[in-house]
């Protein structure tokens, strides 16, 4: 893949720019404008990242989330770090550069068992794969554990730019602590990502702009959205789906404010819609990030219903991938796909 300085490196909209064009422009004037711009600064590269859902165990309670501490209904599970890392070495045989540890707020998995994890995979790969762990909020000794044991990237969601929208859907958790958190996972070293909802319910119009801007301001490596699903063994699980294209404008806007940021194209889109994926990545997105927890795992990871792709091993996904997005003139990049002032530093 070529490397992001023979590419060009266009100036991000300004906010005011992004204000006149979210209130302004249509959907389809913006998909040919977010589209065309990760074209120029990106390629037609897609890049792949390897999904791993560890544990579904969380001790927080997010109104939202189907695998919320309070939902008895889910049946819960760990995977042991040997089968972990079998589906590590499956991905890595088949090009996967990026491995994604993705789980609830587990205290089973505390910080020495993640930094373990981590130590193994890069062991494993020969330190050539990228880790990037979604492992909730930590402290700043803690990001920096994970850090010094190899990790690369970590994501973090912000859900929403509302404070008092947040403190509600996340049973409390400040937006203020948020964003500290996400503070501290920068001055540790990490590729720093984030991400939100949209479509929550008491999501007010401003919320979606100021939800890009506060992406923007943060200068987010990785930014990622996708619909609120309603769970239905959750407190919100009656309230209404709100229609995808407010999540491709979102894909589209993210773009012209963080042109090289890397964006992925999320499960959930497509989950709510056939062709999800394949809108976001024609609004501008470049990443797909194809599941490869083991299948008799996936169902129980259902932080929304509807979930694609569970009877189906991630490794299969990837042939299908590549064949969905090539009508759209995009081809699956197997490169580690560094954001570019990361571009030769390797953990």
Do not use: W
């Not at 259902?302 to 694609?308: A, E, F, T």
């Amino acid at each position: 893949m070529q490397s992001m300085e023979n590419k060009e490196r266009p100036q991000a909209l300004s906010p005011q720019e992004i204000k006149e064009l979210f209130y302004n422009a249509t959907t389809q004037e913006l998909i040919t404008r977010g589209g065309e711009l990760c074209h120029r600064v990106h390629g037609p590269h897609v890049l792949l990242r390897g999904l791993l859902e560890y544990t579904n165990y969380c001790g927080s309670n997010c109104l939202y989330c189907g695998i919320r501490h309070d939902n008895g209904e889910v049946h819960r599970y760990r995977i042991e770090e040997e089968m972990l890392l079998e589906a590590v070495q499956a991905g890595f045989d088949r090009g996967i550069r990026t491995f994604v540890l993705q789980g609830g707020e587990d205290p089973q998995f505390d910080n020495d068992r993640i930094c373990r994890l981590v130590e193994a995979i890069k062991a494993l790969t020969g330190g050539e794969a990228a880790v990037t762990l979604s492992c909730g909020m930590r402290s700043l000794n803690q990001y920096k554990e994970m850090k010094a044991a190899g990790g690369d990237r970590y994501l973090l969601r912000f859900e929403t730019s509302d404070p008092e929208l947040h403190a509600y859907v996340r049973n409390g958790s400040t937006l203020k602590a948020r964003l500290m958190a996400l503070e501290y996972i920068r001055e540790a070293g990490f590729q720093t990502g984030s991400g939100y909802m949209l479509g929550l319910p008491g999501e007010r119009t401003e919320t979606r702009l100021e939800n890009v801007l506060l992406a923007q301001r943060l200068k987010l490596d990785m930014v990622g959205i996708g619909p609120f699903i309603p769970h239905p063994q959750t407190p919100l699980g009656k309230a209404a789906q709100k229609p995808l294209e407010e999540s491709i404008r979102g894909v589209a806007l993210l773009r012209l404010a963080l042109p090289e940021a890397h964006i992925p194209a999320t499960t959930a889109a497509g989950s709510l819609c056939k062709d999800g994926r394949e809108q976001m990545i024609a609004a501008g997105a470049n990443v797909l990030m194809p599941n490869l927890t083991h299948i008799e795992f996936k169902k129980d990871y259902q932080l929304y219903p509807g979930k694609i792709c569970l009877d189906e091993s991630g490794i299969q996904c990837i042939g299908c991938l590549s064949m969905r997005i090539r009508p759209l003139g995009r081809e699956i990049s197997f490169d580690r796909g560094d954001p570019p002032r990361f571009e030769g530093v390797q953990g």
